[in-house]
């Protein structure tokens, strides 16, 4: 049956593939019902008085396609406050993206596009804040098509309480279809060989935003966007990947075309460096950095922790500029809380000791620990407080107290909070495979009991290692508040999620507690 619909929708759309923007299989998936808006409407990169609204035209011939928009207060569209019309060609694969400016602070919008007499679904955005008491952010990363449903996405859809979604990376991943005998594949990737080529990575993107879960949480909620490695190539860095070899071409080749069709897909503010890196403000509460940890300045990961290169000053996951940056930033901030959308673990993890042996993750901070030792030095000279740094990447869900030094007991004192200067907390994949797609639940926490001993990680207040879903970031001028929202399953469509795992940190307490 599958079979005979891919025929039926192949000669349907045959003529709409002229273009050879994407794999033929992608007709498979579209809804005739939203032509030629197949992939929806998105908004993204919210400030106080501009937000972006992005769709995409599905042309059946080479053109130059006109698009109107418009944007109001209200769902029925008649209090139009912006309107304009924007012209989209091949280029870009028939993208538009605009960006809404002389908006209202901490307003809801209601926007839409339009071709001839054609609209698009309405979208939902909100700008951001100039005072508020109260924000809340929905935190994601990791979303393997392959290895399970996008339920998370569409819970957080489902919420009318979020100011903006924040994306930490792994919005797509770059494998081919890779069987698992031990946990098959939910659903395959187009195409089914490793994306290498322009027309590769516009497919993967189009695939994903076909899902409809998460085409309902970019229509309903502004997404705040950067990059991890599998935009790319897995564990990838400024001048190469481990998941791209010598014979799958030039690597700035693949990844000028990576960083091309990602703006193309992201509602992201386009720039000309083609930088991720970026900071939103949301008024006196709160101050958003959002950080490139992997292509920008990123150097080659050291293969494990006894490398004598892993102390050397030169050796840099941001950059000096970067750095620099986010220095300053921090330091000048007013702002309540200091927010860092961050693709990988900041904190010092020790992954298992035995003796004086110690193994970290070498693909995260832990590869780079004098760059980090340097950011949180300059945190510590400058009495700087209520850090929150936001990490995706590792599959699983952490809470850290944010420390120097968390073995140090003259530093570090897990019952009082001295030492700490705010949180870090990792959101888990919205469905990528992890610890518990490897092992049984039982070896994973035995691992767990491991990791939280007091002599291992004493910083480390909180674990997961099995579970997929998000975190809810509550804040307030009182205290910041992450809660994990995990799910049942995602090897079906499953809105059954836990939201029991609950920890916050009080303003210049700095000391994460759980909340009952």
């Given at each position: 049956?599958?079979?005979?619909?891919?025929?039926?929708?192949?000669?349907c759309?045959?003529?709409?593939?002229?273009?050879?923007?994407?794999?033929?299989?992608?007709?498979?998936?579209?809804?005739?019902?939203?032509?030629?808006?197949y992939?929806?409407?998105?908004?993204g990169?919210?400030?106080?008085?501009?937000v972006?609204?992005?769709?995409?035209?599905?042309?059946?011939?080479?053109?130059?396609?006109?698009?109107?928009?418009?944007?109001?207060?209200?769902?029925?569209?008649?209090?139009?406050?912006?309107?304009?019309?924007?012209?989209?060609?091949?280029?870009?694969?028939?993208?538009?993206?605009?960006?809404?400016?002389?908006?209202?602070?901490?307003?809801?919008?209601?926007?839409?596009?339009?071709?001839?007499?054609?609209?698009?679904?309405?979208?939902?955005?909100?700008?951001?804040?100039?005072?508020?008491?109260?924000?809340?952010f929905?935190?994601?990363?990791?979303?393997?098509?392959?290895?399970?449903?996008?339920?998370?996405?569409?819970?957080?859809?489902?919420?009318?309480?979020?100011?903006?979604?924040?994306?930490?990376?792994?919005?797509?991943?770059?494998?081919?279809?890779?069987?698992?005998?031990?946990?098959?594949?939910?659903?395959?990737?187009?195409?089914?060989?490793?994306?290498?080529?322009?027309?590769?990575?516009?497919?993967?993107?189009?695939?994903?935003?076909?899902?409809?879960?998460?085409?309902?949480?970019?229509?309903?909620?502004?997404?705040?966007?950067?990059?991890?490695?599998?935009?790319?190539?897995?564990d990838?860095?400024?001048?190469?990947?481990?998941?791209?070899?010598?014979?799958?071409?030039?690597?700035?080749?693949?990844?000028?075309?990576?960083?091309?069709?990602?703006?193309?897909?992201?509602?992201?503010?386009?720039?000309?460096?083609?930088?991720?890196?970026?900071?939103?403000?949301?008024?006196?509460?709160?101050?958003?950095?959002?950080?490139?940890?992997?292509?920008?300045?990123r150097?080659?990961?050291?293969?494990?922790?006894?490398?004598?290169?892993?102390?050397?000053?030169?050796?840099?996951?941001?950059?000096?500029?970067?750095?620099?940056?986010?220095?300053?930033?921090?330091?000048?901030?007013?702002?309540?809380?200091?927010?860092?959308?961050?693709?990988?673990?900041?904190s010092?993890?020790?992954?298992?000791?035995?003796?004086?042996?110690?193994?970290?993750?070498?693909?995260?901070?832990?590869?780079?620990?004098?760059?980090?030792?340097?950011?949180?030095?300059?945190?510590?000279?400058?009495?700087?407080?209520?850090?929150?740094?936001?990490?995706?990447?590792?599959?699983?869900?952490?809470?850290?107290?944010?420390?120097?030094?968390p073995?140090?007991?003259?530093?570090?004192?897990?019952?009082?909070?001295?030492?700490?200067?705010?949180?870090?907390?990792?959101?888990?994949?919205?469905?990528?495979?992890?610890?518990g797609?490897?092992?049984?639940?039982?070896?994973?926490?035995?691992?767990g009991?491991?990791?939280?001993?007091?002599?291992?990680?004493?910083?480390?207040?909180?674990?997961?290692?099995?579970?997929?879903?998000?975190?809810?970031?509550?804040?307030?001028?009182?205290?910041?508040?992450?809660?994990?929202?995990?799910?049942?399953?995602?090897?079906?469509?499953?809105?059954?999620?836990?939201?029991?795992?609950?920890?916050?940190?009080?303003?210049?307490?700095?000391?994460?507690?759980?909340?009952?």
């Open positions: 049956m599958k079979l005979l619909w891919a025929i039926i929708f192949s000669a759309f045959s003529s709409l593939t002229a273009q050879n923007f994407f794999d033929p299989q992608i007709t498979t998936l579209l809804n005739p019902a939203l032509k030629p808006f992939f929806g409407v998105a908004s990169d919210p400030q106080q008085s501009q972006i609204i992005w769709t995409k035209v599905w042309s059946d011939a080479e053109q130059t396609i006109p698009v109107k928009w418009e944007i109001a207060t209200d769902t029925a569209m008649q209090n139009i406050v912006g309107r304009g019309e924007v012209k989209t060609t091949s280029a870009s694969a028939y993208t538009v993206k605009v960006l809404v400016k002389d908006l209202q602070p901490g307003t809801t919008y209601f926007y839409r596009f339009q071709t001839r007499t054609v609209y698009s679904p309405i979208g939902r955005t909100k700008t951001a804040p100039v005072q508020t008491r109260h924000l809340r929905a935190v994601v990363s990791c979303c393997n098509y392959e290895h399970g449903y996008f339920n998370a996405y569409r819970l957080i859809a489902n919420r009318n309480d979020v100011d903006a979604v924040i994306h930490l990376g792994d919005y797509i991943y770059e494998y081919g279809n890779r069987p698992n005998k031990k946990h098959p594949n939910v659903r395959d990737h187009i195409p089914n060989h490793e994306i290498l080529n322009l027309n590769d990575y516009r497919t993967r993107y189009a695939q994903y935003r076909l899902d409809p879960d998460l085409q309902e949480a970019h229509r309903l909620h502004p997404f705040i966007t950067v990059w991890d490695d599998h935009e790319f190539a897995n990838s860095y400024k001048e190469g990947a481990k998941n791209h070899q010598s014979d799958e071409g030039n690597w700035e080749e693949r990844k000028a075309i990576a960083k091309k069709a990602y703006f193309e897909w992201m509602p992201i503010t386009d720039n000309a460096e083609e930088s991720v890196v970026r900071k939103l403000n949301y008024g006196n509460l709160a101050e958003l950095y959002m950080l490139d940890t992997r292509i920008e300045e150097c080659v990961q050291l293969i494990n922790v006894f490398d004598t290169l892993r102390s050397c000053t030169t050796r840099t996951i941001l950059g000096r500029k970067q750095t620099d940056w986010l220095i300053a930033g921090i330091d000048s901030s007013s702002a309540r809380w200091k927010l860092i959308g961050n693709q990988v673990v900041f010092e993890l020790d992954a298992h000791s035995l003796g004086k042996s110690r193994a970290f993750n070498t693909d995260a901070w832990d590869g780079y620990p004098e760059e980090r030792k340097e950011i949180l030095d300059s945190f510590y000279r400058h009495d700087v407080k209520n850090v929150i740094i936001l990490t995706g990447d590792i599959h699983l869900s952490w809470a850290f107290d944010l420390v120097q030094e073995k140090n007991k003259k530093r570090y004192n897990a019952k009082t909070g001295q030492g700490v200067i705010g949180a870090e907390f990792v959101t888990p994949s919205v469905s990528s495979n992890g610890i797609e490897k092992f049984p639940r039982g070896f994973a926490n035995l691992v009991l491991v990791l939280k001993r007091k002599t291992t990680n004493p910083h480390l207040r909180f674990q997961n290692l099995v579970d997929h879903g998000f975190v809810m970031l509550d804040l307030n001028e009182d205290r910041v508040n992450a809660t994990w929202h995990l799910l049942n399953t995602v090897r079906k469509r499953d809105l059954k999620a836990s939201s029991k795992d609950s920890w916050s940190t009080k303003y210049n307490a700095n000391k994460l507690v759980k909340e009952k």
